[in-house]
């Protein structure tokens, strides 16, 4: 098969490892080993310090679909497959499109959620949010997108990068759309539980739709992104053997430490998810007084949930030489727009990391060097 280059991954693989402070992430501030080990005691960690080093059931471990499961109201540990979340994306998408499928995905969007679609010759449609005071997704906009035709809808709430997300009644009735033409809703739910309010959570579609295929992991909310680790549910028994049979043909089965790692997150994850959030709220109050000092250049609008925000840069600055110029001279890294296909003047934000103060002043000192300084000279 033909595959396009996946823009983002190549824009971190070149800056990720270099630039000392990324401020483009979207995973929280990665846990230590030592750190996760010391919030477990038990059973659990009897099992890591028994674990012995060999192949591991393709499906998952037992005991961690179990915990998986309870994260959910009507999912069953059978019902489960665990993957890396990219795997389970590629496997999913593979195992239940085929060429000319019509495809609607929210974008801008993680380019693996559409092009995996349209390398397989889907012919793939764009629900793009709207921006007025903030980003946020109409549904009259899908409304118009959607047939009979569309044979799947991807979504990703709270959304990466534009940190929007919908409200339960809109949910319902995106549900309502997609019950109505028969369509798969593939739910991308990598940000569940860092919404800013328990109350915005939107109940997961693995609990509100048969037809859902349903993926979340232990990357962003969870903090745990080196493991590895994720899963993807669907309560359509030949569909889950079909995921299975795809994925003998890519890892066939998991890394054996990093599931039992991944079954200590999650049984921590209040814990896990109690940090998470005050690093979110604090950095939060950083980038409102940061960008509220440099209204003249960007953009800027609280994100409604999520460690991701897409802020503009006002013209004519151009948010791609700007942010390939910040990483060059200031070793710090924001994600600029031509890695989401689009020629918006907007740029991603992560502010999920312990680092933020540093970056942001780095970034402060580029702006005063190389925008307002060359402005006064220009003036």
Same mark, same amino acid.
């Given at each position: 098969?033909?595959?396009?280059?996946?823009?983002?991954?190549?824009?971190?693989?070149?800056?990720?490892?270099?630039?000392?402070?990324?401020?483009?992430?979207?995973?929280?501030?990665?846990?230590?080993?030592?750190?996760?080990?010391?919030?477990?005691?038990?059973?659990?960690?009897?099992?890591?310090?028994?674990?012995?080093?060999?192949?591991?059931?393709?499906?998952?471990?037992?005991?961690?679909?179990?915990?998986?499961?309870?994260?959910?109201?009507?999912?069953?540990?059978?019902?489960?497959?665990?993957?890396?979340?990219?795997?389970?994306?590629?496997?999913?998408?593979?195992?239940?499109?085929?060429?000319?499928?019509?495809?609607?995905?929210?974008?801008?969007?993680?380019?693996?959620?559409?092009?995996?679609?349209?390398?397989?010759?889907?012919?793939?449609?764009?629900?793009?949010?709207?921006?007025?005071?903030?980003?946020?997704?109409?549904?009259?906009?899908?409304?118009?997108?959607?047939?009979?035709?569309?044979?799947?809808?991807?979504?990703?709430?709270?959304?990466?990068?534009?940190?929007?997300?919908?409200?339960?009644?809109?949910?319902?009735?995106?549900?309502?759309?997609?019950?109505?033409?028969?369509?798969?809703?593939?739910?991308?739910?990598?940000?569940?539980?860092?919404?800013?309010?328990?109350?915005?959570?939107?109940?997961?579609?693995?609990? &509100?739709?048969? *037809?859902?295929? %349903?993926? $979340?992991?232990?990357?962003? @909310?969870?903090? /745990? =992104?080196?493991?590895?680790?994720?899963?993807?549910?669907?309560?359509?028994?030949?569909?889950?053997?079909?995921?299975? &049979?795809?994925? *003998?043909?890519? %890892?066939? $089965?998991?890394?054996?430490? @990093?599931?039992? /790692? =991944?079954?200590?997150?999650?049984?921590?994850?209040?814990?896990?998810?109690?940090?998470?959030?005050?690093?979110?709220?604090?950095?939060?109050?950083?980038?409102?007084?940061?960008?509220?000092?440099?209204?003249?250049?960007?953009?800027?609008?609280?994100?409604?949930?999520?460690?991701?925000?897409?802020?503009?840069?006002?013209?004519?600055?151009?948010?791609?030489?700007?942010?390939?110029?910040?990483?060059?001279?200031?070793?710090?890294?924001?994600?600029?727009?031509?890695?989401?296909?689009?020629?918006?003047?907007?740029?991603?934000?992560?502010?999920?990391?312990?680092?933020?103060?540093?970056?942001?002043?780095?970034?402060?000192?580029?702006?005063?060097?190389?925008?307002?300084?060359?402005?006064?000279?220009?003036?």
């Amino acid at each position: 098969m033909h595959i396009d280059p996946f823009k983002l991954e190549r824009y971190f693989a070149r800056y990720e490892f270099t630039a000392p402070y990324l401020l483009s992430s979207s995973d929280c501030e990665p846990l230590s080993l030592n750190e996760l080990l010391s919030m477990i005691h038990g059973e659990t960690m009897k099992m890591w310090n028994v674990l012995k080093l060999g192949y591991t059931e393709s499906q998952g471990h037992p005991d961690l679909r179990e915990e998986i499961a309870s994260l959910y109201k009507t999912v069953r540990p059978g019902q489960i497959m665990v993957s890396a979340p990219e795997e389970a994306i590629f496997i999913a998408m593979n195992t239940l499109l085929q060429e000319k499928d019509e495809v609607i995905s929210t974008f801008p969007a993680y380019q693996s959620l559409y092009e995996v679609a349209r390398s397989l010759g889907c012919q793939v449609k764009f629900w793009k949010p709207r921006y007025k005071e903030g980003w946020s997704f109409n549904l009259k906009d899908l409304e118009k997108l959607m047939s009979k035709k569309t044979r799947m809808l991807i979504i990703n709430f709270p959304h990466n990068p534009t940190g929007t997300t919908i409200t339960k009644k809109e949910q319902e009735q995106l549900l309502e759309m997609a019950k109505n033409f028969q369509t798969i809703i593939f739910s991308d739910e990598m940000y569940r539980y860092l919404e800013y309010d328990d109350g915005q959570r939107l109940p997961s579609m693995a609990d &509100q739709y048969d *037809d859902a295929v %349903t993926l $979340c992991g232990m990357s962003k @909310s969870f903090a /745990l =992104a080196g493991l590895r680790i994720g899963w993807i549910i669907s309560k359509n028994k030949d569909r889950l053997e079909h995921f299975l &049979q795809f994925k *003998d043909y890519t %890892t066939i $089965c998991n890394s054996a430490p @990093s599931e039992i /790692l =991944a079954l200590m997150g999650l049984k921590a994850r209040e814990k896990i998810l109690r940090r998470n959030h005050q690093i979110i709220q604090t950095n939060l109050e950083y980038l409102d007084e940061f960008f509220g000092r440099h209204e003249e250049i960007f953009d800027w609008k609280r994100p409604e949930a999520g460690p991701v925000v897409f802020p503009g840069m006002h013209k004519p600055l151009d948010a791609n030489d700007f942010c390939r110029d910040l990483v060059e001279k200031k070793g710090v890294m924001l994600l600029p727009p031509h890695v989401y296909d689009i020629e918006d003047n907007h740029f991603r934000i992560g502010f999920a990391r312990k680092n933020l103060p540093e970056a942001l002043e780095k970034l402060g000192e580029y702006l005063q060097e190389n925008i307002y300084n060359s402005s006064h000279e220009a003036g």
